[in-house]
């Protein structure tokens, strides 16, 4: 913890190009190096296989967790699930994060061969399988056993009631999207801090006496490097019509300025929501690193 008590940072890229070996192994090394503390692996097609991803990602580095970030609940039977997390934890030597969400891209359901359910019926099998998991990595007897207690930590992500509800009972981190999905998988609409704030307060009022213990995480959507913080954020305004750029400047979702305006504002929001642990995408990675060693 900080001197104030606060969770200290912590640094995530997620991993979105499909590689040939040699690639994904140079990749994963230099994500450590650079200083991350987590990689992960999305779950969508036409993007690497999370759990094979991450095994190799293993063998190529030494101390970054590795996480599904996050897995698409609907695409998998709980039981065969718990299968592959708990031999994916053996052979990462402890190192896996379990992330989990209901799904929101109808194209890759039809895709995929699997109806397409009602968003209640998404968080229904989303609900089953978190208990499912649980249960099952819980018991003495399953095999192969995770090789972490009780099964890896788990990280549930969302935004709606019913799937922070289901976080703030279960997770041990939290993933606020920080944005709202369009219908059936359409673009995302960020939220306003002040959105941000409500679903924060929400979850606090949920977790009570487990908040301490709770990590919060972000997805930074777009880390844009300048030395005219205000006059990128005016460009970059018409993608997000329900923000002004005053409003742009202030969400968590996207990192603008030179790489210590951007260290300050991480500071500004772990302190005003609580975030500690932030996510990039893969194509921002090398923007990213040198917040990462500003912060450190």
């Known amino acids: 913890m900080t001197d104030s008590g606060e969770k200290p940072f912590r640094f995530g890229v997620n991993m979105l ?3 040939a070996r040699a690639d994904w ?3 994963c090394r230099k994500a450590e190096a650079t200083g991350y503390d987590v990689i992960g692996v999305a779950d969508h097609l036409m993007m690497p296989p999370p759990f094979p991803a991450l095994v190799l990602a293993a063998e190529a580095t030494e101390r970054v967790r590795l996480c599904t970030f996050v897995l698409n609940a609907g695409f998998y039977n709980p039981t065969l699930l718990a299968r592959e997390i708990a031999g994916t934890d053996q052979f990462t030597d402890g190192r896996i994060e379990l992330g989990l969400g209901a799904g929101y891209v109808k194209m890759e359901f039809e895709a995929a ?7 209640g019926r998404r968080v229904d099998h989303l609900e089953h399988t978190v208990k499912e998991l649980k249960r099952l990595l819980s018991d003495p007897g399953h095999q192969p056993p995770p090789l972490q207690n009780q099964g890896p930590p788990l990280l549930i992500a969302g935004r709606g009631d019913r799937v922070l509800t289901l976080a703030a009972e279960h997770a041990e981190i939290i993933g606020l999207s920080g944005a709202a999905s369009g219908k059936d998988g359409e673009p995302l609409t960020l939220d306003s801090a002040e959105g941000i704030d409500e679903r924060i307060a929400f979850v606090r009022g949920l977790l009570g006496a487990r908040a301490a213990d709770v990590e919060l995480n972000v997805l930074i959507q777009a880390v844009l490097i300048t030395e005219d913080r205000r006059s990128v954020l005016a460009e970059f ?3 997000v019509p329900n923000l002004t750029v005053e409003q742009l400047g202030e969400i968590p979702t996207a990192a603008v300025g030179t790489p210590r305006q951007i260290a300050d504002q ?22 990213f690193a040198p917040v990462i060693e500003l912060l450190r």
């Open 113 to 119: 061969g699997i109806p397409w359910p009602t968003a």
């Open 266 to 287: 991480l500071l500004a929001h772990r302190e005003r929501f609580g975030f500690s642990y932030f996510t990039v995408v893969e194509s921002h990675q090398d923007a």
């Open 237 to 239: 305004q018409p993608r």
């Open 25 to 27: 192994v140079e990749k």
């Open 17 to 19: 190009m499909p590689s």
